[in-house]
């Protein structure tokens, strides 16, 4: 057959090349959407919400002073979010959150209960809250400054299992006071006689702001009744002094007290989980000898120093002081939104695990309580667990009105802004 008169292939070789090439795109697509298919499913398992990704999440705003810590950990917002909930936190220190405006917000949580008691009086409605933990308020110090204080009988260890370093050290609170009292520092009592390096500072704690902080100012209820012969201020019946006796306010057994603590306490302006940061930070025995924590900061640090070093870090101890203070932080919620989150923080047994590996004593009822739920953990992940001093000496908080006269007089404490408070019932 003549070349010419042969079929042409020409067009078919056309027709069939396009589909062709069409279909080798859709493998390409395939494989590269793979990844981003791979990812969004990791995406959700991490999350914890793998049987139900398209489940609406709820974003809850609240005001949070210091245990916004316990929010922020990753573990306890996988938790949130399987149950639809995420937690969007504006931070303040309690004593802001209680004096501000929450315009806008679901719940609040500050770290004590002056603090909720104030916002509280300030709701229009019955409102829902939970106190999901409570952890006692500390000293961190370093051992050779621990050392130097029992040197002086101002602090006494506890026995620690098997004879080894202890981790806590019982302070006795008069004792101290005394020595801050007297401007002594630390070469005075002696720390060289404990240390290879000396410290001409004056013996004194480095605190939060009082105007802001639950922690200072709970510190500062702590001073005011060791010195006003451990009586709450404000309770006085028989006791009058001559006017002039105590200066300006000698007339007022609140302020009287106030006049006293003011030069006892080392005023920072920091918020309390600053402060904590500053103290585990490497330089924090440079920062301060002494600063004011609370326990639960302490023990999951050295659980999270157990697990990455296994040893406990030694050269951190606290001191406890005596009387002691017990913090309640108390979650308070202002809405609809608010009564879904308090109603899980006390319903939900996994959260209230998580709190424990954080460091709370945790709120139980019957055999299981709240010390052997948080000693178990501890004992598990081979740190000491704190004994309870003999002495349970609690330092009563003056009632709200002369608290707060103590803290404005002591901080020189601005106005409290509350600003606009119009909607603070949480219905916006």
């Known amino acids: 057959m003549p070349e010419d008169s042969r079929p042409s292939t020409e067009e078919p070789r056309l027709t069939t090349s396009r589909p062709a090439r069409r279909r080798t795109r859709h493998p390409r697509h395939i494989i590269a959407a793979t990844p981003l298919a791979l990812a969004g499913l990791l995406a959700l398992l991490v999350s914890g919400n793998s049987l139900r990704p398209f489940e609406r ?4 705003d609240g005001k949070m002073a210091s245990k916004s810590d316990y929010f922020k950990d990753p573990e306890v917002q996988r938790l ?3 149950h639809g909930i995420r937690v969007d936190i504006h931070r303040l220190g309690s004593r802001g959150i209680a004096t501000q405006s929450l315009r806008g917000m679901d719940v609040v949580f500050p770290s004590g209960q002056p ?3 104030l916002i509280m009086q300030r709701q229009q409605r019955s409102v ?3 106190r999901p933990f409570v952890t006692p308020l500390v000293l961190g110090t370093f051992r050779d400054y621990a050392k130097t204080l029992e040197a002086a009988g101002v602090a006494r260890p506890q026995r620690a299992a098997g004879g080894g370093e202890t981790l806590y050290y019982d302070l006795d609170m008069k004792k101290f006071l005394n020595l801050i009292e007297g401007r002594k520092t630390w070469n005075g009592i002696d720390f060289a006689e404990h240390s290879n ?3 001409a500072g004056r013996v004194l704690v480095r605190t939060s702001s009082v105007c802001e902080s639950n922690a200072a100012g709970t510190y500062l209820s702590i001073l005011a009744f060791v010195e006003n012969d451990n009586q709450a201020p404000g309770t006085e019946r028989d006791r009058h002094k001559p006017a002039g006796s105590g200066g300006g306010a000698a007339s007022d057994p609140v302020l009287d007290v106030a006049q006293q603590v003011k030069p006892l306490i080392n005023l920072q302006g920091m918020a309390a989980d600053e402060q904590a940061d500053s103290y585990f930070s490497d330089e924090g025995e ?3 000898p002494v600063s004011l924590i609370y326990e639960h900061q302490f023990l999951k640090h050295q659980v999270d120093h157990q697990k990455k070093r296994g040893k406990q870090d030694s050269r951190r101890v606290l001191l406890y002081p005596s009387p002691h203070a017990l913090t309640e932080p108390e979650l308070i919620s202002l809405g609809e939104q608010g009564d879904r989150l308090t109603e899980l923080m006390e319903s939900d047994a996994a959260l209230r695990r998580r ?3 954080l460091g709370f004593r945790v709120r139980f009822s019957g055999e299981d309580g ?3 739920q948080l000693n178990a953990y501890l004992r598990e992940h081979e740190v000491q667990v704190p004994t309870p001093n003999s002495d349970q000496t609690k330092a009563d908080a003056p009632d709200l009105d002369a608290l707060e006269r103590i803290i404005n007089y002591v901080g020189s404490c601005p106005p409290a802004g509350q600003g606009d408070d119009e909607g603070d019932e949480g219905d916006e």
Request: glycine share 0%.
């Open 370 to 372: 709240t010390s052997e």
């Open 115 to 117: 603090a909720a008691k």
């Open 355 to 357: 709190a424990i590996e």
């Open 197 to 199: 390096r000396s410290n």
């Open 128 to 130: 829902r809250t939970a």
């Open 57 to 60: 999440i709820t974003t809850i």
């Open 286 to 288: 440079s920062i301060a």
């Open 80 to 82: 949130l979010l399987k």
